[in-house]
């Protein structure tokens, strides 16, 4: 089967100080499956989505590789084609949720919104289908919190918001970058079930975590990242029952996840 997402010697470099960030990364994600993507603090990892999802400002950063979704690379898709694409086909589910929204207008109006540039909705049938995700990712009250604007709300809760929304666009990838970090074991939970759900329904997923207990019940294949480079890509049993590089190794002693 064809990937859906084939990324080829992907590299980061900041313009100014020529400063390398990501460094030759390649990997594949697969119809239907979730990548994990892990590694430790200032890997690469959000660099790597962000490059991929065109959010890195092209004054500063150098962005060279391919990265072909469907056959198609992104890198040299025009704006205008890149930006209908993300969301429609592509969502991105960001590492810090403040930052993600408009901090001057409330939730709801921000999520109605995002929804009804995407797809052909009513307003009351926006707000139908936002009220019933939301309750779905364990957030009660939904009224209160579409009339909240986002410093009114927890970061756990922005980041539910951020999820159920790009749930909402049903995008063919999504990629999650940390998207439960900030959240309780119980809600961690909640939404890696949703995670899964969504996979069997047939949406591939890119996750993004430190935390290989969330690949462990995730994850399909697995690339390892450390210092902006691939140390290993596989299997998610092939990562963890016969890891090959010493790094990998030993961010799985760290994790107390090893088996055997
Ligand atoms: N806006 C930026 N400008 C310049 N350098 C940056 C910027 N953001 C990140 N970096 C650098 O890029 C490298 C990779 O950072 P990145 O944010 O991708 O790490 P990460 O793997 O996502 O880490 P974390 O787990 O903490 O989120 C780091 O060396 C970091 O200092
Ligand atoms: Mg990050």
Do not use: W
């Not at 399909?220 to 990998?248: A, C, M, N, R, W």
Request: charged residues 20%; hydrophobic residues 40%; proline residues 4%.
């Amino acid at each position: 089967m064809e990937p859906l997402l084939t990324v080829n010697h992907l590299s980061v470099r900041l313009k100014k100080k020529g400063t390398s960030l990501v460094n030759d990364v390649s990997f594949q994600a697969n119809s239907g499956q979730i990548l994990g993507i892990i590694g430790e603090s200032g890997s690469g990892k959000s660099m790597t989505c962000r490059a991929l999802m065109g959010l890195l400002d092209p004054s500063r950063f150098l962005i060279s590789g391919e990265a072909l979704f469907k056959g198609q690379d992104l890198f040299k898709l025009p704006s205008k084609k890149l930006r209908p694409l993300r969301g429609n086909h592509i969502a991105m589910i960001m590492q810090n949720p403040m930052t993600a929204f408009d901090p001057v207008t409330r939730i709801g109006s921000q999520m109605v919104e995002t929804l009804r540039a995407h797809q052909q909705s009513s307003k009351e049938q926006a707000i139908a289908s936002i009220t019933q995700e939301l309750a779905k990712l364990g957030l009660d009250d939904v009224p209160r919190i579409l009339n909240s604007y986002p410093h009114e709300l927890s970061g756990g809760m922005l980041q539910r918001i951020m999820i159920a929304l790009a749930l909402l666009l049903s995008p063919e990838l999504i990629i999650a970058d940390e998207a439960t970090t900030a959240l309780d074991v119980h809600t961690q939970a909640v939404i890696l079930e949703e995670f899964t759900a969504i996979r069997n329904a047939g949406i591939s997923m890119i996750v993004v975590t430190h935390n290989f207990g969330v690949l462990a019940k995730l994850a399909d294949d697995v690339v390892v990242l450390h210092d902006g480079s691939v140390v290993e890509h596989g299997s998610v049993y092939q990562i963890f029952d016969k890891p090959t590089q010493p790094y990998t190794q030993e961010l799985l002693q760290a994790s107390n996840l090893k088996r055997g």
